[in-house]
């Protein structure tokens, strides 16, 4: 156990969740504890995954989640299952029956190998150093995502789940940057798209003076305050997406790590669409492409957009008009979701990360929050994984002492997890949780027939949440307008405690919010 604890820390595992047995998990919680490993017990070990995930957001592995066998093991998927889908490369560590163990004994027994397979990029089991350092590498390595080990005996296999993909670096074809340099000479009006990809990568993106549009996964990884940012991309296209402006108007697309997990739906471009990522793996299947370019190092081609892009400055005008015509559309409306994040971003400091959950709420906040940096906005952006914003937001939270955290969540997102909130009290978490509520799956009741069969399943039955959350020793304000939210929010400022906002909304008028935005 001091070896494998040993070469966790060594490793850089600094963070660690979840729910402890009697057996082997106890000891290594008890180990790592000693080891100077912030340890952090939670309610459901599902959420102890959330939130290792969310401290491993910008794809550097550093946090761990533990539990015992079996139903242990198997509460997690839930975040493991989000994990993978946001590639975060985080470590669960459960225990288990070694391989040896004679088939009759069954208790808590389950074939923990095989549920990875689908999910989890590598499996092992061992105390070796040489496991736990390759289990993270794997998880590291692009796409990233979550891995697996088991804690018994000294077996040092890894069983590896990951497509194969060459490690040296490849020469890019001649070819290739003859046509990419073609295509960028011929163009006045060119266009980026940048992928999560953009974000896992050193260069810097504010530098490009042209229209600028990312996926929600990447969201941020362009400064969204730039006259050049051109807003969230995700594929369904209204009259205020960014297809029908900047995109619409350009003569070339250039999209950096654009992979068809990120969009929700794939629109064909009715101009040349350049792609560059790192790895293929089918990941640029449905865009049709004119020009793919694979490689995993791409430095140099980066090197060459810069310097033609640098003279093609445009699109400010265009952007403007269309932040203007989504603000008028949406702010001019009464006090609804867009009118409450405009509210929540002017009157939270610069440095507030904002943690979104899934639902007509987020389209909006995806539009509204204008987040300057990646690391100040984290979502469920893959995925939609309705539930995770609340422990995603305490993993954001630990593992960024220094910021503010807002965690927006809707009616759905809410039950899961809503335990968890006592967890934010007593480790004294600046988390403003904030409730966006119809009474109702708004964004699966707004396409639902209006009948008494449909009314069960989706409305929530839950008047207010208030009581509840103060039941957890957390101060909870409900706010029915903006004047209300804004006093909320200034006796909030300085505090290191949670507070919970919730914020009541008509039905109909909610559903129609993100209707112009999707």
Known sequence: MKKLIRNLTDSGIIYAFGITGSGASLKLIAGLQRAG?????????????FMAGSCCRDGISRAAAITIKGPGFIN?????????YENRPALTISESYSQDTP????????????????????????????????????????????????????????????????DKKLPIDKQYIHILKE???????PCLILGSLAARLNFDWNLIKVPVVTTAAAKGCYDETSIYSAGVITGEVTKFSPESSALYKSDLIIAIGLRNTEVIKIE?????????????????????????IINNDLSGIFTILLESLASKSWGADILAKQKYD???????????????????QKNMVDETILVLDTGFFCTVGET???????????????????????????????????????????????SPYFGEISFAVKEQLPIVFVLMTDGRYGSVAAFSPDDVETERAVNIGVDSWCDAIRGLNCEAIQATNEIELIKALNNWK??????????PFEPEDYARTSIKLR
């Open 37 to 49: 490993v912030e340890y952090y017990p939670v309610s459901h070990e599902a959420a102890a995954a």
């Open 494 to 503: 300085g505090k290191t405690v949670p507070l919970f906002i919730e914020l």
């Open 368 to 414: 509204i929050w204008k987040a300057k940096s990646s690391n100040l906005f984290c979502g469920s952006s893959i995925g939609r994984f309705m539930g995770s914003a609340i422990p995603t937001a305490i993993g954001v939270s630990i593992s960024s002492k220094d910021n503010p955290v807002l965690c927006v969540m809707g009616d759905g997102g809410i």
């Open 326 to 344: 989504i603000y008028k559309a949406l702010l001019s409306e009464q006090w609804l979701t867009a009118k409450a994040f405009n509210a929540l």
């Open 76 to 84: 997690l998927m839930p975040g493991i299952v989000s994990n993978y």
């Open 103 to 166: 088939l009759f004994k069954t208790h808590k027994r389950l074939n923990h190998e095989l549920i990875c397979q689908s999910v989890c990029k590598a499996y092992g089991f061992s105390s070796d150093k040489g496991v736990v350092s390759r289990l993270l590498r794997k998880a590291q390595k692009d796409p990233p995502g979550p891995v697996h080990l088991d804690l018994v005996g000294d077996f040092n296999t890894v069983e590896d789940n990951s497509p194969k993909i060459e």
């Open 183 to 189: 295509y960028l000479q011929n163009s006045k009006c």
């Open 268 to 292: 064909s471009y009715s101009v040349p669409l350049v792609m560059i990522d790192n790895i293929g793996l089918d990941l640029q299947e449905g865009f049709g492409p004119d020009l793919l």
